[in-house]
């Protein structure tokens, strides 16, 4: 038996929104397949739902560490892709992954490839360890520079940046900057909810 099936037995898995038995997200919380779309200045973004009611509370459980949700999340962010394609995750800060014990857009990220022709680069570093959660508008769309680039060259690649939410969309143009001062090029990203 796999250390998973064990747990599972163990502890049963239930819906991140509303506790019902079965798996990380039951079929009336995950949203209903209309995306919701957002234009940034330099991206244009692809959600699965907006950041409320159960997506809400789901995205909260894969904040605080649920697997289950994000392999649920992934299943559906696939019909987003259109083939080919190059993923990077916007990656959470250093404590936030050893608090949780994994990156969750990561985690999403590598769920989606699975048995896809999509290629999961997981090189974007965050260098400042400020967070956007709980800034204000203005706070967020000042934060500039937070992100490096520690993978391959990119000359040419096409980028889907991949996050959680967004807001105000600072966090996937400062990351989309940096890609694109390494070569990449980067006009979408998907997200699991819009706030």
């Known amino acids: 038996m796999k250390l998973q099936q064990l747990i599972d037995v163990l502890f049963p898995p239930q819906c991140g929104a509303c506790n019902a038995p079965g798996s990380g997200a ?7 397949g209309t995306l919701a779309t957002v234009a940034l200045p330099t991206l ?10 159960s997506v809400r509370r789901m995205v909260l459980a894969l904040k605080n560490g649920r697997r289950d949700v994000a392999r649920a999340f992934a299943q ?3 019909t987003m892709l259109g083939g080919d394609e190059v993923l990077v995750p916007v990656p959470t800060t250093a404590a936030r992954r050893r608090q949780r014990g994994f990156d ?3 985690f999403i990220a590598h769920c989606i490839a699975g048995d896809l022709p999509v290629r999961v680069h ?8 400020d967070k956007q959660r709980g800034r204000d508008r203005d706070a967020r769309l000042q934060a500039r520079g937070r992100f490096a680039w520690r993978g ?5 690649t096409c980028v889907t940046l991949l996050d959680d939410v967004v807001t105000t969309g600072a966090t996937l143009e400062d990351c989309a900057r940096t890609l694109r001062s390494h070569g990449a090029v980067v006009r979408r990203a998907i997200v699991v909810a819009r706030a």
């Open 76 to 78: 559906r962010m696939r």
């Open 152 to 156: 391959p060259a990119l000359d040419g």
């Open 26 to 32: 039951c079929e009336r919380c995950l949203p209903n």
């Open 44 to 53: 244009d973004v692809t959600a699965l739902a907006a950041y409320e009611g």
């Open 104 to 106: 969750g857009c990561e």
């Open 122 to 129: 997981a090189h974007l570093v965050q260098t400042a360890g």
